[in-house]
């Protein structure tokens, strides 16, 4: 099976900019999350899609959006880029809705924001 | 979100067993204790996770003890590849969120050549 990828790896943007980040899942997740992780910190949930509809968010701001595709991708899109959004973004599928499915993550891409 | 407690670093020599505790004094009946781990430059990965026996798996066990209200991930020989950050994480199954995993700051294991 294929895993969970992501593009690109490295990305620098600066202040007030826009960035979109991709993942494609595991071929029949129909779930897939987002997390942010600062440097030193565990991930933090950003929000969570199934069937191509958000159903869960955690605690960021609005310009945080994403969008997820019948094929098994996904995006998470950021606006008006702040300094803080420096962090390693994670995007994580699993194959059901049942609590207790492992979480497939992928390695991430580093933003940096300047 | 029920809260876990994990030291911040460990260490350990090569081929030996390692037992990385985690306190979730506030655990709920329903929550899963689930372990995932953090290599270096990678994505987290899933571990183990179990809700009230104790489990066994090719990479790991999980030991739980009988009031849950902590829990030991047990690496039987640990290898250099074993060291990353180990996330213990509760799971409750009635949220509706499914892949919403709180993690912490983990505990950094450092393995000894």
């Known amino acids: 099976e294929t895993g969970v990828t992501q593009s690109p790896t490295h990305l620098i943007k600066t202040r007030g900019q826009q960035v979109t980040l991709r993942c494609s899942s595991q071929?029949?997740?129909?779930?897939v999350s987002w997390y942010q992780q600062a440097l030193g910190q565990g991930p933090q949930f950003i929000f969570q899609y199934y069937r191509e509809e958000e159903n869960g968010r955690g605690n960021f701001p609005p310009r945080f959006s994403g969008l997820q595709f019948p094929n098994y991708s996904s995006e998470l899109n950021v606006n008006a880029l702040e300094l803080d959004d420096s962090a390693l973004y994670l995007c994580a599928s699993s194959g059901d809705r049942v609590i207790g499915s492992p979480l497939h993550f992928g390695n991430g891409t580093r933003l940096t924001v300047t | 979100d029920a809260k876990t407690t994990q030291p911040n670093s460990m260490e350990s020599n090569e081929e030996e067993p390692v037992h990385l505790p985690c306190n979730h004094s506030?655990?709920?009946?329903?929550?899963?204790i689930h372990w995932y781990r953090q290599l270096p430059s990678q994505g987290p990965e899933y571990v183990i996770h179990?809700?009230?026996s104790n489990v066994n798996n090719r990479m790991a066990s999980l030991a739980i003890a009988e009031d849950r209200k902590s829990s030991t991930l047990i690496l039987h020989r640990a290898t250099l590849r074993d060291a990353a950050v180990y996330y213990c994480i509760l799971r409750d199954p009635l949220e509706t969120s499914g892949s919403r995993l709180t993690f912490g700051e983990g505990t950094q294991l450092t393995v000894n050549p």
């Open positions: 506030t655990i709920s009946g329903t929550d899963y």
């Open positions: 071929s029949g997740h129909n779930t």
């Open positions: 179990g809700l009230t």
